[in-house]
């Protein structure tokens, strides 16, 4: 992950909450503010979203984070109007929006091509919605204003859209959004065109003013640093369903499947046999591994004997020569250097076990060296502690 993800699964707050953690489903009490209720859409024969039920609550940043076709556009074209559900129920602050056509919805959208007018100026492109609705023009003038305060346009107001670098049209796009005060707002890849170091900058960007306003912001991405920089929690999307709902740092250190771990940030996984239980935890014997694996994190109900799969992050492994002295009893692997990829701040290192299986390592580069302890088709022994280890649920 690059810094931007890193500080996003520490958790987010909010100022509405003086600094505390923001995380009003931990609440029982806690009413959600958009609830989608057995949602399903198919397209003739084909399930786009499969009897999907989420409860979103007001001022959340929540992501819709999943592959190319696993209905994650097609949920927030539902939620936005623009598809209708064939079952299920959409409810916003309580009322069943699902048949309320997009014109007459509470809820804005921000599209992924901008959809700017071009021979229109800056404050035009973001007044444009609010004459429609017959506002003032007293009013307008002032809620334009505040738009381009907002999103840092006020000296760009006069200029047309191809006067504006690609980061500005984003922010017009944005503001024109902003700009009606909607109950729900929802961003279909908004980022997509950025080039990488625009793209992480607006991320905390689209973060502050959604905390400034304190509205409901719903993002589809497929960009899973995007979708933990951004939110506060996610939803991993597959096929028309929902395969894990958490916040960034509960999906990535605990994954629920297979998929997830892997979809979610590189992963080493490896199958193994629930030996049983140790009082230092369970213990696995895995065919890559020259000595039992401990994990100190079992799922409830696990029994012995069963086949399972370890999950174990890159970052979380620690690399070291062979003859490195005092090697662990537990948790270690052995293997060659096959590949390096120095990436300024660390280092990815592909190890090829005796099995043939490749694993993946990461060291910080905490020292400014230009030459490498460890090197091309070195013999080395990967270690990490129990606590490191996921057992996958499937």
Known sequence: MNEAAKAAVAGK???FTNGCAFA??????????????EIEKK?????????????????????????????????????????????????????????????????NMMFQSYALFPHMSVERNIA????????????????????????????????????LSGGQRQRVALARALAKRPKLLLLDEPLGALDKKLREE????????????????VIVTHDQEEAMTVSTRLAVMDEGTIAQVGTPQEVYEAP??????????????????????????????????????????????APPSDAIGVAIRPEKLVIERLDAPNPPATNRLEGNVEDIAYLGDMSIYRVRLASGQIVK??????????????????????????????ILGE
């Open 43 to 107: 397209f003739g024969d084909v399930t786009a979203v499969d009897r999907i039920s989420l409860d979103i609550y007001a001022r959340e940043f929540f992501a819709l984070l999943g592959p190319s076709g696993c209905g994650k556009t097609t949920l927030l074209r539902m939620l936005a109007g623009f598809e209708a559900p064939t079952s299920g129920r959409i409810e916003l602050d309580g009322v069943d929006i699902a048949k309320i056509p997009p014109y007459e919805r509470p809820v």
């Open 361 to 390: 390592a990461a060291r910080t580069n905490r020292a400014r060296t230009t030459t490498e302890v460890i090197t091309w088709e070195d013999q080395v022994r990967l270690s990490w502690d129990p606590s490191a280890v996921v």
């Open 128 to 163: 444009f919605g609010l004459q429609q609705e017959g506002m003032p023009k007293a009013q307008i003038a002032e809620r334009v204003e505040e738009m381009l305060g907002l999103t840092k346009l006020t000296k760009l107001a006069k200029r047309r859209p191809d006067q």
């Open 256 to 301: 629920r499947s297979r998929y997830v771990a892997e979809f979610i940030g590189d992963v080493n996984i490896f199958d193994g046999t629930l030996e049983g239980l140790t009082p230092e935890g369970a213990r696995i014997l895995c065919p890559d591994a020259p000595v039992p694996i401990i994990a100190t994190r079992l799922p409830a109900g």
């Open 24 to 37: 009003p489903w931990r609440d029982p009490s806690a009413k959600p503010y958009l609830r989608l209720i």
């Open 202 to 217: 607006t991320q905390f960007e689209l973060v502050n003013i959604q905390e400034k306003l304190g509205l409901t912001f």
């Open 13 to 15: 707050t909010n100022p």
